[in-house]
């Protein structure tokens, strides 16, 4: 069964810059979207960015023209490249395909 492992979390300083790293456990051929979700202290689980297999993409409007997402399925990876980094960033985010299940995370904390 594919799994996806997040990592690349950590404390940053606003306005700071994150790259977060989903690694797959075999191909991600198969998965037509995979999206990165982030769930923040006492909040609920959101999307942040998608992009499915032919390479569209998409962003809620919060994270929109700070973070990038991008896929290499020579490598197997989906990464969330994070700019211009905000307090209210601050969550445990997920990487998930299609019909997957969840992760463990990785935090990412933003602060002064």
């Known amino acids: 069964q594919l799994q996806l492992v997040e990592s690349g979390g950590g404390l940053v300083r606003p306005v700071g810059s994150l790259r977060l790293f989903c690694v797959a456990s075999g191909s991600i051929d198969s998965v037509y979207a995979i999206g990165w979700f982030r769930q923040a202290p006492g909040g609920r689980r959101e999307s942040v960015a998608g992009i499915n297999s032919d390479g569209h993409r998409d962003y809620a409007a919060s994270v929109k023209g700070r973070f990038t997402i991008s896929r290499d399925s020579t490598k197997n990876t989906v990464d969330l490249q994070m700019n211009d980094l905000k307090p209210e960033d601050t969550a445990i985010y997920y990487c998930?395909?299609?019909?997957?299940?969840w992760g463990r995370g990785t935090q990412v904390t933003v602060s002064s």
């Open positions: 998930r395909g299609d019909g997957m299940g």
